[in-house]
């Protein structure tokens, strides 16, 4: 039934357009003037409708920085967070001081030099200084901005440990997380989707002697400070696990593991006490109130990234980050796989 209304409001538009193309051609027949010429007057007005347009881009600009800013991710909770922001920070900083100072110009100058009859546009053909300028600079900082992300890159998936990191399997299916801790041997036993019977909803393999104190759970509790290793699988289609507050994100591809590690650096109560944090919470919680909804408490996140099917937006699974002491306290309270299956 809609795919029939679009297709009635297509037609009708292009009737339009046509009615339109018609009525201009008649009107400049009554002005004894050709369609095709451009008058002064026509230039004028475009020339005032792109300085306008310039005005409204770079206004549109500031209101949108205005207006979102607050609701971007809060400070980073992770070691290598930090050298993500600034990377991300100083390569923004870049690109909007050269939308500033160009834009304007650009504008500007469409208005300025705008169509008029008695004008008549400078022959100018070479400059070997300026094409020198315009490209040795953008080269330069181009090359500046991409050995400090590649170097930021590799110092993120190349940690240098000073302690074994904790290793925790996040298994994607849809449309839902199922996290795997590797016990007290610190190994994950032998997993494949063709293991998967009954209970064993993750195919982990019960004669594997690494997997017996593998502990299956449906949240991840992290203790603050301590490097965690993720090793990722899929069971159907590609998902992405995306921890953004730790600015994170590993593909997990069916067939295969993948593998990312970071250390968090501030607890879930930390987090709760930031001013910053809390003044999200708090806009946050206001629009929750006006609809009638329970009020909405800070948490670490992992989410699926990648457009994955129906429920993706759904994918989710709580992160707490907490105390060493609290951390085992919860591991002890986890099942292991030997009890369970
Ligand atoms: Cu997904």
């Known amino acids: ?31 004894q003037t050709a369609e095709y010429e451009v008058t002064d007057r026509d230039n004028n007005n475009q020339g005032w409708l792109m300085l306008l347009f310039g005005f409204g881009l770079i206004a549109s600009f500031f209101w949108m920085l205005n207006a979102w800013l607050p609701v ?26 050269m939308f500033v100072l160009v834009q304007p110009i650009l504008f500007y100058f469409a208005w300025k030099y705008r169509g008029a009859k008695d004008r008549k546009a400078t022959y100018y053909e070479h400059n070997n200084r300026l094409e020198f300028i315009w490209t040795i600079v953008p080269a330069v900082v181009l090359a500046v901005l991409i050995i400090y992300g590649m170097t930021t890159w590799s110092n993120v998936m190349n940690p240098k440990n000073e302690q074994e990191p904790l290793v925790i399997e996040v298994y994607a299916q849809q449309f839902k997380w199922t996290a795997r801790y590797a016990g007290q ?37 992290l203790p603050v400070g301590r490097p965690v290793l993720f090793k990722f699988r899929s069971q159907d289609v590609i998902h992405s696990a995306y921890f953004p507050h730790f600015r994170a994100q590993m593909n997990c591809v069916p ?48 989410l699926c990234n990648k457009i994955c099917g129906s429920a993706h937006y759904n994918m989710q699974m709580n992160i707490v980050v907490e105390s060493e002491a609290e951390y085992a306290k919860w591991l002890t309270e986890q099942k292991t796989v030997a009890e369970t299956l």
């Open 1 to 31: 039934m809609s795919g029939i209304m679009t297709l009635i409001v297509l037609v009708l538009a292009v009737l339009t357009a046509l009615q339109l193309i018609r009525i201009f051609e008649l009107s400049s027949k009554a002005r």
């Open 185 to 221: 041997d610190n190994q994950l036993g032998y997993a494949n989707v063709r293991l998967i019977k009954d209970a064993n909803v993750i195919g982990v393999d019960t004669l594997d002697t690494k997997g017996g104190d593998d502990k299956i759970t449906t949240e991840i509790h």
């Open 255 to 302: 067939g295969m593991t993948t593998q990312f590690q970071f250390t968090p650096t501030v607890t879930t109560a930390e987090m709760r006490q930031d001013a910053e944090v809390q003044a999200k919470v708090a806009r946050i919680n206001k629009i929750r109130t006006e609809k009638g909804l329970e009020a909405y408490a800070y948490d670490y996140v992992l």
């Open 72 to 97: 971007t991710l809060p400070k980073p909770a992770s070691a290598h967070g930090t050298d993500y922001d600034n990377l991300m920070t100083i390569s923004m900083l870049v690109i909007i001081a």
